[in-house]
């Protein structure tokens, strides 16, 4: 009966206070999901023109006509968005679709304490190629630090790396700050080339292991197809689609890389009805990778390579007519480089 009363008395005291911690759980995640938007979308358009090739054939001499179509660009998107906008951003469209790029997502501080965050898969194809493209991440932004984690995958780039840091941030007035912390990065061994060092020899080697053949005649073949009719059709043609093929092959069976790194950076943001200047930037200068055959450091001999990202935005409404403005982003990790920008003015006809 002790036992009992004592297992009663011990879920009056439990009940209430799991009660307690799911409602503080609900309303913590109802709050996280203000103002958030989900949206999923399909958009596309027209791609490259047909193009006709006309060749003679050499056996009739009858001219003939190859018509190369590009089948039309589509983009698949799914995603869901927290993000403040800035006090210069104006709402595009009513909807989200998938299309929507600001520069200033990319900021290290954004327009408001707390948590932000953005989710988005895109499923592209662009003028008959297929890509995958990814941006994920979580920013917390507090007065003195700065948390995010970050997810990318650009097709078109041929990027891919998960990224997360945490950085002490020092306000230098109101418009103004720097933060310093750590950056890990998780991405393939970016530097490796299976190549490297491979001399004709090597190449032809590579075909044969790959199940092509040849024969006297300097004609190529796999799985009795002929691939090339003759020597300058197969190193000018074939091979290099073959050794494209072999890098990607040896470097996907590499397992992925860390990289620890030293950041610094800054933000900087201005903004009145007549004018606004955003920038921000990044710099890794000294890093620490993982002590395996395939870090980055051991194809640069070294730790100290210079990593970097920032962007800048900028807009002046000169006077009734006329404005001018200037934005775009820019990105340079393990000597891969990757960028947009836009620049110009408008003048309104009163």
């Known amino acids: 009966m002790k036992k009992l009363i004592t297992l009663i008395l011990t879920l009056a005291c439990f009940i209430p206070a799991q009660a307690q911690l799911l409602e503080q759980s609900s309303e913590f995640f109802q709050k996280q999901l203000k103002f958030a938007t989900f949206y999923t979308a399909v958009t596309g358009n027209n791609s490259l023109a047909d193009i006709s090739l006309y060749s003679i054939n050499p056996s009739t001499g009858i001219l003939e006509e190859e018509i190369i179509e590009t089948p039309f660009d589509y983009t698949l998107a799914f995603g869901v968005r927290k993000i403040a906008r800035l ?4 709402r595009k469209n009513v909807f989200y679709n998938g299309t929507e790029s600001s520069v200033s997502d990319a900021a290290t501080v954004g327009n408001v304490e707390g948590l932000e965050y953005l989710f ?6 662009q003028q008959g190629s297929k890509f995958v493209d990814q941006q994920h991440f979580l920013r917390y ?3 003195h630090w700065i948390l995010k984690t970050e997810y990318v995958q650009d097709g078109f780039a041929d990027l891919k790396y998960f990224e997360a840091s945490q950085r002490y941030r020092y306000n230098v007035g109101k418009k103004f700050s720097l933060n310093t912390g750590l950056v890990q990065r998780f991405s393939e061994p970016y530097g490796f080339n299976p190549l490297d060092g491979l001399s004709g020899a090597d190449f032809t080697l590579i075909a044969l292991d790959q199940g092509y053949t040849t024969n006297f005649d300097g004609e190529w073949y796999i799985d009795g197809n002929t691939i090339a009719e003759n020597s300058d059709v197969w190193n000018l043609v074939a091979l290099p689609e073959i050794l494209n093929e072999y890098a990607d092959q040896e470097k996907s069976q590499l397992s992925n890389q860390w ?3 030293l950041v610094l950076g800054y933000d900087y943001y201005h903004y009145t009805k007549s004018f606004w200047f955003h920038s921000w930037a990044s710099v890794l200068p000294l890093h620490v990778s993982a002590q395996n055959e395939y870090s980055y450091s051991n194809f640069i001999n070294g730790n100290t390579w210079i990593d970097y990202t920032g962007g800048l935005i900028l807009g002046w409404q000169v006077n009734k007519r006329l404005g001018l403005f200037s934005e775009g982003k820019y990105h ?6 990757w960028h947009d920008f836009s620049v110009g003015f408008n003048y309104r006809i009163i």
């Not at 006090?87 to 104006?90: A, F, G, L, R």
């Not at 988005?120 to 194809?125: A, G, P, Q, T």
């Open 259 to 261: 990289n620890h790194s």
């Open 120 to 125: 988005e898969f895109d499923y592209k194809r």
């Open 332 to 337: 340079k990790y393990w000597n891969r480089v």
């Open 141 to 143: 932004v507090h007065d």
């Open 87 to 90: 006090d210069y951003e104006n």
